[in-house]
């Protein structure tokens, strides 16, 4: 979750500017573009069973959703608890390989290993169906605006995905970086938040803006050490 100040520099210059001149009654164009707000959220992450997890945050830029304007149609379909979450910034990993990201925009990624040193990731913007048209097109324009090859923030990801894969390639590691950062705040089982939504995680992890918790990816490597244990176990037994 912390990726977003450093890596998005010149995105987040971007929205500071659109801000200034942006007049005040005019709809906010992005969730991400109220920076105070942002950091007043309240945010967190839930690891659960075969390396799925989740990180979440509340969304005080929420009348920037496409879905905002249909909030009390969608409240008295599925609650309010629902409503309220589906409102929030949400980033869905379902291990190993499928992505759903609702944050600028949503969108799903499906990640294919095609040799040790090259990856494709297909992305697609996901809406609701029967979504009004003038939400439709809210929801495309914030797609383009982030999420697209050609938006302001998914190239700085994609450059830093090369930059992983060329570190990837390291023949030995003193140290490594991304995944000991919020390991204090880690609950085993579930907080409010998992209450209030009745999940069960295996973790959850809740706090301010600033927690900084890469402790999510405790959930992948969890699942990822299992499947390589057994695939050894494997080899071994056939061997
Ligand atoms: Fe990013």
């Known amino acids: 979750m912390y990726h977003f100040i450093p890596t ?18 005019a709809p906010a164009g992005s969730v991400y573009e109220d920076i105070e707000a942002q950091a007043a959220s309240h945010r967190g992450c839930f690891t659960f069973p075969h390396g799925h997890v989740l990180m979440w945050g509340d969304n005080p830029q929420v009348s920037a959703r496409p879905l905002y304007t249909m909030l009390p149609e969608i409240e008295k379909r599925v609650g309010k608890v629902k409503a309220k979450w589906m409102m929030y910034v949400r980033n869905l990993t379902l291990f190993p390989n499928v992505q759903i990201a609702e944050n600028a925009s949503m969108q799903l990624r499906i990640i294919r290993p095609l040799a040790v040193d090259r990856t494709e990731m297909v992305t697609y913007c996901v809406a609701p169906k029967g979504e009004p048209a003038e939400a439709r097109t809210r929801r495309l324009r914030q797609y383009e ?29 003193d140290w490594q970086q991304g995944y000991a950062r919020g390991l204090t705040a880690v609950k085993a089982g579930g907080n409010a938040e998992a209450e209030e939504l009745g999940i069960r995680p ?22 990822w050490l299992k499947l390589l244990k057994a695939g050894v176990a494997k080899s071994m037994g056939a061997g």
């Open 202 to 223: 295996v973790t959850s992890v809740a706090g301010n803006y600033r927690i900084g918790d890469e402790s999510i990816f405790q959930g992948n490597y969890r699942a």
């Open 8 to 25: 998005h520099a010149s995105y987040i210059g971007v929205l500071e500017k659109r801000r200034s001149t942006r007049p005040a009654a």
């Open 145 to 173: 605006d982030f999420f697209n090859a050609t938006g302001f923030a998914t190239p700085d990801d994609t450059s830093a995905y090369e930059a992983c894969q060329r570190g990837d390639d390291a023949r030995s590691l």
